[in-house]
């Protein structure tokens, strides 16, 4: 069997190369179309290989660039603070789910599993966080809504808490007289790294695309996301779109701005830290996904 494996191991590598070429290719296209000339776009269509080099897509989204600068900021604070504490509060949730010996652990667990399948519904919860707890145009409106507890996240903590941590680490704390905060704080966190990664990284990924929220909470500008800041302009991009055939006023405008290369530039605004942060979360990713599903 060893022999086999190993007979058909440059036709894996091989396939995934060409797989990880394939998964790149899009994003290469969305990034060449970016600095397209958009006379040559709407002349020769989609090119990995432009006539023309231009930055008009870019100029006009960085026209104000304090407003993105700030949009960039609000969005990092969000992101770093919100992504810290859920880990936090999922890892304290889902570390005592994983001991054998915690009373009412079933219905804890049911509780959690209760609220993948039912929520309160959008009008009480937006009610509860603007009327009661009087979040709207603040950052916590951001934080807090993400902050909830995933069930999935917190299921699959617990999985690698109970198939990866040995019981003996913990007895052995016990036995030297540590509490259960020094024992989760000192032993289990420093040897789940790669759920830590993977369940930050969940968190991660949720906070830095979050427009939603923003959208429903703040009014003011300078505590827009940058997500939320992208996706209000593609909107007014569509709008000038569709009345241009009403208006010869539009129609100008619209002549003199990059309207199909804007699209492409605002993804890779939005994605592109993202590209940047993912390698380093990589050797831990797939580390975390599978400890906690296989028995050990």
């Not at 289990?188 to 790669?194: E, H, I, T, W």
């Not at 208006?247 to 890779?268: D, F, H, W, Y």
Request: aromatic fraction near 14%; charged fraction near 10%.
């Amino acid at each position: 069997m060893t022999n086999f494996i190993r007979s058909r191991s440059p036709f894996v590598h091989v396939f995934f190369w060409l797989f990880t070429i394939a998964s790149l290719v899009p994003f290469l296209l969305v990034f060449i179309v970016s600095i397209t000339d958009e006379d040559s776009i709407l002349k020769n269509g989609y090119s990995f290989l432009p006539s023309k080099i231009n930055f008009a897509a870019y100029e006009f989204l960085f026209n104000d660039f304090s407003q993105i600068a700030k949009a960039y900021g609000v969005t990092i604070v969000v992101t770093l603070i919100g992504t810290i504490i859920s880990l936090l509060i999922t890892a304290l949730f889902a570390y005592p789910l994983s001991r054998k010996d915690l009373p009412m652990r079933r219905t804890f667990s049911f509780i959690l599993f209760f609220t993948m399948l039912f929520s309160g519904g959008m009008v009480p919860w937006y009610i509860t966080y603007v009327t009661m707890i009087g979040l709207k145009n603040t950052l916590v409106s951001m934080i807090i809504p993400n902050l909830l507890l995933s069930a999935f996240n917190v299921l699959l903590m617990r999985s690698f808490f109970a198939n990866t941590i040995p019981e003996s680490i913990v007895e052995s704390g016990t036995i030297d007289g540590a509490g259960e905060l020094t024992i989760f704080m000192k032993l289990v966190v420093p040897l789940s790294a790669p759920i830590m990664a993977t369940v930050g990284l969940f968190n991660l990924l949720a906070y830095w695309n979050d427009w939603y929220n923003c959208m429903l909470f703040i009014d003011k500008p300078d505590l827009m996301n940058i997500q939320y800041l992208m996706t209000k302009t593609l909107n007014n991009v569509q709008f000038l779109l569709m009345k241009a055939d009403s208006s010869s006023q539009v129609g100008e405008l619209l002549a003199k701005m990059p309207t199909e290369t804007v699209r492409m530039a605002l993804a890779i605004v939005g994605v592109a830290p993202l590209l940047v942060a993912y390698p380093f979360f990589q050797k831990y990713y797939i580390s975390g996904i599978t400890s906690g599903a296989v028995k050990g």
